[in-house]
């Protein structure tokens, strides 16, 4: 399994100026690029392969006087620029083929000078490296200091550089992950956990445990109102306003980064603690239409789910989503009897039943767990039971959701 590791870069003035040219000459080869194969695409003629856009973009350009600088840089730069071409074509083609998961995608477009977001790839023939004293050498650039947070555990096989909207610099290591010492890091156990996620606590767990939601945009909303307001009130194309600009996506990288930690954080010590995971697979797209939209863009549901799903993945856990249309808050998760909707104000209820109380987020946890089929599990029984052929009244849909029910 392939993961990014990413630590912070600390280049001094010289190097940053070469990592401009860097990103400049990478943009310059990636617009190109899209240009020859919008060209050809009016003419009717066929796109031009790769190592044509190679000879014709970079080595008969370098020997230009309108593109002679792109020989400041790193060939490997230009050449991955080149990739990353083929490769938003090719993801375009399958979106609209229909064989792509997810949202359709445009067409690659120009990239701006002017981006939030500009990068560099170098690959294992570039030449780079990792020095004794724990600085990044990368070619025409030189040795850049590099604040190592923890140990690589591995030879990474490439190295991106990345530049944010904050003006900070990273470095994202590819790096291929050892099985054997993933499972001694995290030895197998019994237990089993169902979650629901919310907005007045973060996620409330089948055991009872509830999670805060640290709401850290809501916390830095007077902030981000102060520096937004100082921004709009500098004059466009001023120095004054490029720094107010920087303020801003400083702060705003502040809430993003303290989200991210605690989707980190908190990931990684239930996948630690469970073998079994169970979460809803909420419409994240459609609650964000909805008056809640600020709500739930601060809680990061996808993000989290994302970081459970690969971190299951690579510690030989079971994560079970299920279906969104399940009913986990309207069934009593004692009898079983579905007692209806209820309006989000209705913390509370009795089930009319069997009268036993439930605590609404709690009780959702619980049918979240059971849908998934970790409700009953021990020591040596698998997690999720084995599927079961259906009988022949019970094949079709008869007019019910085809997501996922329980069992």
Not at 37 to 58: H, M, Q, V, Y
Not at 133 to 159: E, F, H, Y
Not at 262 to 282: K, M, P, R, Y
Request: charge should be positive; glycine fraction near 6%.
């Amino acid at each position: 399994m392939q993961l990014r590791y990413a630590f912070r870069l600390y280049p001094d003035t010289s190097q940053q100026t070469a990592l401009a040219k860097a990103f400049g000459c990478a943009r310059v080869v990636f617009n190109d690029a899209v240009r020859a194969r919008e060209d050809a695409r009016a003419a009717g003629t066929a796109f031009p392969k790769i190592g044509e856009l190679s000879t014709r973009l970079i080595t008969q350009a370098k020997q230009t006087a309108s593109r002679s600088w792109l020989g400041e840089v790193s060939a490997v730069v230009l050449q991955q620029s080149l990739r990353d071409v083929e490769t938003a074509y090719r993801n375009f083609f399958t979106s609209v083929k229909g064989t792509r998961k997810g949202p359709r995608i445009g067409s690659p477009r120009f990239k701006s000078r002017k981006g939030s977001r500009q990068s560099i790839r170098f690959t294992a023939n570039a030449r780079w490296s990792i020095m004794d004293n724990g600085r990044l050498n990368l070619p025409k650039i030189g040795a850049v200091k590099v604040k190592w947070s923890r140990t690589l555990p591995a030879t990474p096989t490439s190295v991106t550089v990345v530049k944010d909207s904050a003006g900070r610099y990273f470095a994202s290591f590819v790096i291929d992950t050892d099985p054997a010492a993933d499972a001694a890091r995290m030895p197998e156990t019994d237990r089993t956990i169902g979650i629901d996620l919310g907005l007045t606590h973060f996620a409330v767990l089948s055991d009872g445990t509830k999670i805060d939601s640290p709401r850290f945009l809501r916390r830095a909303e007077k902030k981000l109102k102060k520096t937004q307001r100082e921004l709009s009130r500098k004059q466009k194309g001023s120095k004054n306003r490029a720094k107010a600009r920087l303020k801003v996506a400083r702060a705003h990288a502040k809430v993003a980064d303290a989200r991210h930690e605690f989707h980190h954080q908190l990931s990684t010590q239930l996948i630690s603690e469970n073998q079994g995971i169970a979460v809803e697979d909420l419409s994240v797209a459609g609650l964000a239409r909805t008056k809640l939209a600020k709500s739930v863009h601060d809680a990061g549901w996808s993000s989290f789910v994302h970081m459970l799903q690969y971190k299951a993945q690579r510690y030989g856990r079971t994560l079970v989503k299920v279906g969104r249309f399940e009913p986990t808050s309207q069934v009593c998760s004692t009898c079983g009897v579905k007692d209806g909707p209820k309006p989000l104000d209705v913390r509370e209820w009795t089930c009319a039943a069997c009268g036993a109380v439930h605590d609404r987020d709690i009780n959702a946890a619980i049918n979240v767990k059971t849908a998934a089929g970790l409700a009953v599990s021990a020591c040596g029984v698998p997690v999720r039971p084995e599927p079961v052929l259906a009988q022949r009244e019970e094949t079709g849909s008869h007019g019910y959701s085809t997501e996922p029910r329980a069992a």
